[in-house]
């Protein structure tokens, strides 16, 4: 059934409004997924925070153009989703989800297309690459443990030495 114009405007406006407000977007082409495998998907999304759209290329467009975004580069082929940060602040997450979702189900199923990161349109090979980041939980855990090892070597080496002097 065809969508009447007001229709098409309140999802326009729906995807403009996801863009506009969250860190970063991903485009996403989506072919095969079964309906269970999008429910768990949907899901795992809305437990990290994260919104996921389905929308007609054309209304896609538009929305890019209304925000400005050169978007004539990027091949949107087949059917096109968006995901979206909506609570969550870790830039990467979005495209990182997609990614891992991807990995599992394979690569004809769900592929990056492109997106929006840090407010500018990057390529899929670029978007590709920020999903690969580690989340921004693991890169603090990855500090913290650098910072700490070489105190942590240090205490170990002093109380070797102790237990040298002691014996």
């Known amino acids: 059934m065809a969508k009447t114009r007001d229709q098409k405007k309140e999802i326009i406006d729906q995807v403009e409004g996801a863009i506009k407000s969250a860190a970063s977007s991903v485009f996403v082409h989506f072919k095969g997924v079964t309906v269970a495998q999008e429910s768990k998907m949907r899901r795992a999304f809305r437990a990290d925070g994260l919104g996921y759209t389905v929308a007609k290329k ?32 870790d830039s ?31 390529d899929a090979a670029a978007m590709q690459e920020i999903a690969t980041i580690p989340s921004l939980d693991v890169l603090r855990g990855k500090l913290v443990n650098l910072i700490n090892s070489p105190l942590t070597r240090l205490a170990m080496v002093i109380d070797q030495r102790a237990q040298k002097m002691s014996a």
Request: glycine share 12%; net charge negative; proline share 5%.
């Open 92 to 122: 990467t997450l979005p495209a990182n989800r997609i990614h891992s979702f991807g990995k599992e189900w394979g690569p004809e199923k769900l592929v990056i297309l492109g997106g929006i990161f840090d407010g500018k349109f990057v």
């Open 58 to 89: 054309t209304l896609i467009r538009r929305a890019l153009d209304n925000l400005g975004h050169d978007h004539q580069n990027v091949p949107m082929d087949g059917e096109v989703a968006v995901a979206y940060n909506t609570t969550s602040t």
